[in-house]
């Protein structure tokens, strides 16, 4: 099973948007994958067409300890479930502040799921902060995938991210990595987005073995800048269903690929594979 957190604290990068299209990507090539949305405004719930009533089970209330996580994921199509989030979730930054444990109440909660009933992947939507969510999500992993949108000052969070990374792993969760960072919003040919992937990949390559980033990739799959995909959630469809033939599907497909290829490769980090 691999247990990706896709995490940047910045919004409007396409963490959302990535954790949705490869979520259901996954799915129709007969991966089960969960999907936990762990941002308080729901966006990948909405996306995946699961509106917040009142009445649905939420990954909420396993933070709250009042349901399992198994009492409240449910599938939206085949292969795919959802913990799905709402509003409610805001309130856990603060419930869980002085609680014994708070940093691995997901974690138990997927590996109780998993003992019963185990997933192929499941994939974490984190918030657009490193609260208590995001440490949450962070513990349960075994991989990050950072979004990124290629503009000026994107590489500004960049250092920030991956040394908590590296603290997660050195205090929570040993088998934490980053495994890749993806270029969402792209826009092909202009010479901001070359010298930001520039930038990038000088930066990853020219650290040395210990430093938090090594190993960690650029996807060669980037994300172009595609109206689909803006479009897609207020149809609560992923890109492949809302728009098969879209620039937005070619490049979730390709990813998905990317990431099934790295299956074979045995999820080790490229700097120990070495
Ligand atoms: N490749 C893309 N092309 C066009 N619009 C995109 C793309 N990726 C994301 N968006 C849109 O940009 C906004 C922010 O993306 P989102 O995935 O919600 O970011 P985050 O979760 O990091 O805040 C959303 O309105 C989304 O629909
Ligand atoms: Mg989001």
Known sequence: MRTIAVMNQKGGVGKTT???????GLARRDRRVLLIDLDPQAHASLH??????????????????AKRLRDIRQLTSNNLWLAAADLDLAATELELVDAPGREHVLRKAIAEHCEEEPF??????????????????????????????????????????FSTTALVRRRLNRELRVSGVL??????????????TDDLLHFLQSSDDDAPWAGARVFESRVRRNIK?????????SIFDYAASSAGSHDYGALVEEVIAA??????????AA
């Open 229 to 237: 995909l803006a479009e897609a959630p207020s149809f609560g469809q």
């Open 18 to 24: 990535s954790s949705v299209n490869i979520a259901a």
């Open 183 to 196: 270029l969402c919003l792209y826009e092909t040919g202009t010479r901001l987005a070359a010298d930001v």
């Open 48 to 65: 995946l067409g699961v509106e917040e009533d009142g009445s649905t089970d939420t990954i909420y209330q396993v933070f709250a300890g």
């Open 120 to 161: 192929d992947y499941i994939i974490m939507d984190c918030p657009p902060s490193l609260g208590v969510l995001t440490i949450n999500a962070l513990t349960a992993a075994t991989e990050v995938f950072i979004p990124l949108q290629p503009h000026f000052l994107a590489l500004q969070g960049l250092s920030k991210l």
């Open 263 to 272: 299956e074979q490769a045995g999820e080790r980090p490229l700097a120990d």
